[in-house]
């Protein structure tokens, strides 16, 4: 594939959207519930990244989804889960949860602490099939393994490392020492890659990314990361378009 046409789209932090519910504090990437634009819809398949801060005792009530893989991260604090399939758990920095909506499916998050946020990321990935059955997927995975290399924490694939969804993408997590740097491989022709900047700053491909900010690429087969401050975290999401 030729690289020199590899395009991009940079949507920095402060071009979000934003919805202050006081109780829940939440920046948009893409187009979500009262934040519309129409330059800002998807990235390919990613339809939903949803920068969450929750208050202690607070949450979300009982509510549905159906036809969506949904993809939890947390970054601070913990959130319980509850399901219309039966299960109750919490998830922790640390901890990927992934949902299928599939036929449909209800559920409720909460902080259930008295003294300390929550803060997440909430992330929806259109599946390449409709109405499957609803399933739930929760693993907790070692962070030192994500010291200065690409950790996987999702695939199309079970038997993988990380939790795994019904579409051909592939998440994976890093923390970099400052001026540290590494290629990431596009696993699918096709496929392009969406980075977001959890914390600190990179360069990618040329351009300067801080935190919160975002950048997809496509038409590319590999990208070079270089973290430009010490403990850079990054968010790679590997999409078909």
Known sequence: ?????????????????????????SYHTFSFASYYNPERHNFGVLRVLNDDRVD????????????????SIPLEGDLEHKDSMGNTTVIRK??????????????????????????????????????VTPRYDQVTLNENDRHNKLQQVLSPNAEDEGVWIHQDAWFHLGTFDKDFTTDYQIKKEGNGIYAFILKGDFTIGGVTLNERDGLGMTNTDSITITANSEGAEILLMEVPM
């Open 56 to 71: 202690p005792g607070m949450g979300f009530g009982t509510h549905r989804h159906d036809n969506m893989e949904i993809i």
């Open 94 to 131: 640390g901890d990927i949860q992934a949902m299928s909506a599939g036929t449909g499916i209800f559920h409720s998050e909460y902080n259930k602490n008295s003294d300390k946020l929550t803060k997440f990321l909430q992330i929806w990935v259109i599946p390449k099939q409709q109405n």
């Open 1 to 25: 594939m030729d690289t020199t046409a590899t395009k991009t789209i940079l949507h920095k932090a402060g071009t979000r959207g934003h919805a202050n519910h006081g109780w829940l504090d």
